[in-house]
């Protein structure tokens, strides 16, 4: 089974989302499991009248438990809303909000400490894609964010080139491929028991580029952003088959 994540970014009021799951749970209805919707935290409460097999995500955390943090919002918290997965390290946290390697790595591993799968986002610019060094720059990506790690049974990674995001310019199917395997053998390497590691490809997918990218063998899903707002499209990049 791949998986399919929408990514709603910051859309979907509360009423929004819950007219999008009026009609998508039914176009969905039997192939939810491996579905997830990462809502904005202010909607995520909508979900509670919704049924089905499909995961909550959650957008943003903060890595601390508890205390002094104005405007953050815990994993226990969000774990009450009934997520089990968050993104971390999105190149929009990491470009527009500043968010450092170290903060990444805090909370990849807060994440884990609070059994909420992680779904650790990397990915190289264009910039550096057209300088040649893309593999080694998600590579240290992924050191970094997992540095702190000590033992890991399974990990989520969604490679998204940040050229790809949102620009109707997605990655040549068989490039994310390469950069798929690379990010398995990497992740495998830093540790020495046998992982249970997915990678999602994100950037620019639609209903229509949905299935090139699910038939490479380490496609194990995707992370979609702009094509999810629409339930139409999203449902049908749900059907998507290799
Ligand atoms: P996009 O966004 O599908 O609109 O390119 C993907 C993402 O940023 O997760």
Redesign the pocket.
Known sequence: MKLKFA?F?MNMTPSELREYLKVILPEIKGLEKGVAFFAPCASLFVFKDFEGEFAIGAQNFYFEKKGAYTGEVSLRMLKELNVSLALVG?S?RRQIFGESNEVIAKKVKSAIEESIQPVLCVGESLEERQAGVAFEVVKSQLRLALGDIQSLERLIVAY?PIW????ANPAKPEDAQQMHQIIKDSVKALYSQDIDIKVLY????SAENAEEFLKMPDVDGL?????SLDPVKFAKIVKAEP
């Not at 790809?164 to 620009?167: E, T, Y």
Request: proline residues 0%; without cysteine; charged residues 15%.
């Open positions: 990514n970014k999105h929009e998204e790809a995001i949102g620009s994100g950037g620019s997918v992370l979609v952003g702009g094509a």
